[in-house]
């Protein structure tokens, strides 16, 4: 089966503008998540949705990152406008039901540099 | 806060287990042990999770103690492919994943 994709791969940008990360769960997956991942530390949960519900944002910036899972299926993460500690790796994952023992399954990740 | 204590970095030589332990010894009831691990410039992959009993699958073991406040994750017959950073979570179904900073497993020529 295919995996999580996620797309751009990479992503520069100077600090006060803004960007946006986009992600494709595994068929069929009904929760989404996106984390954020600074360099040396684990990946921190951003925000987790079940189909095109927000379930859990507790630890989103909301002053500037807003997420949307539109039909319940792809997903985009914006950053508006963007700091310069907001560089890191964002993660998407999506898995069958969170409420099962079911793991994650993660994309590739963005990584994202701010000047 | 990561409810595991892992240690910082670990050493193994190739072809030999490498044993990971993990400690949570503040670990309820309901809550699971999970395994991922995450080369690098790689997303976390899943390997492996149990709850009280030991667990095997194709890629790995987990060993929790009988009090369950501790575990170790065995690679049986580690290549240089297993070097990466490997997380031990403690998860109750339904409850957000909980990374911390994991292990980084260096494994050797």
């Known amino acids: 089966e295919a995996g999580v994709a996620q797309s751009p791969r990479y992503k520069i940008i100077e600090k006060r503008q803004s960007v946006a990360f986009w992600c494709n769960p595994i068929s069929g997956h009904a929760t989404l998540y996106w984390y954020q991942q600074i360099l040396g530390q684990g990946p921190k949960l951003l925000i987790q949705f079940q189909n095109n519900g927000v379930v859990d944002d507790s630890q989103l910036p909301k002053d500037r990152f807003s997420a949307e899972r539109l039909k319940g299926v792809d997903s985009t993460l914006k950053i508006q406008p963007a700091k310069l500690e907001d560089s890191a790796v964002y993660l998407c994952?999506?898995?069958?039901?969170?409420?099962?023992?079911?793991?994650?399954?993660f994309g590739p990740g963005t990584r994202l540099t701010v000047t | 806060d990561a409810k595991t204590t892992q240690p910082p970095s670990m050493d193994c030589a190739e072809g030999r287990a490498a044993n990971l332990p993990c400690n949570h010894s503040t670990i309820s009831g309901n809550e699971y042990v999970y395994w991922y691990r995450q080369i690098h410039s790689q997303g976390p992959q899943y390997i492996i999770h149990?709850?009280?009993n030991n667990e095997t699958n194709e890629m790995a073991s987990l060993i929790i103690t009988e009090d369950r406040k501790s575990s170790t994750l065995i690679l049986p017959h580690a290549t240089l492919r297993d070097t990466a950073v490997y997380y031990c979570i403690v998860r109750a179904g339904g409850f957000k994943t909980i990374f911390g900073a994991g292990t980084r497993l260096f494994v050797k020529a």
């Open positions: 149990g709850l009280k």
């Open positions: 994952a999506s898995s069958l039901d969170p409420g099962r023992q079911g793991e994650q399954y």
